[in-house]
């Protein structure tokens, strides 16, 4: 049974950090590839980043490109959204995905493993 458990969200200020975690289990994330993504209310599910199983590269949405940063610990099998210079506009749920059928995607729908999600607030 595959769980993506994720952990690390919460209320921040403006200017401020949070690193969010996913931990992996039924599935090893050096094999699939990992991505997050986060919904906003009334708002569809966006493609925050993605790391490729394959050779460990990444690839950030234009809107947090340089403020954030995802990676993953093979042995510890969890990935990790790195958040810098929040700004209210990232309050969302962060979702932890996974796929093993796409190299990698920007796509909900092209990831078959989800987490139950984090919440992030960022306060002006």
Not at 32 to 57: C, I
Not at 58 to 73: E, L, M, N, P, W
Request: aromatic share 12%; glycine share 10%.
């Amino acid at each position: 049974q595959v769980q993506l458990i994720e952990s690390g969200g919460g209320l921040v200020q403006a200017g401020g950090s949070l690193r969010l975690t996913c931990a992996a289990s039924g599935l090893t994330v050096r094999s699939n590839t990992m991505a997050w993504f986060r919904q906003a209310p009334g708002k569809e599910r966006e493609f925050v980043a993605h790391l490729a199983w394959y050779d460990g590269s990444t690839y950030a949405a234009d809107s947090v490109k340089g403020r954030f940063t995802i990676s993953r610990d093979n042995a510890k099998n969890t990935v990790y959204l790195q958040m810098n210079s929040l700004n209210p506009e990232d309050t969302a749920v962060y979702y932890c995905a996974a796929t093993g059928r796409f190299s990698v995607s920007g796509r909900p729908q092209d990831y078959n493993y989800w987490g139950q999600g984090t919440q992030v607030t960022v306060s002006s």
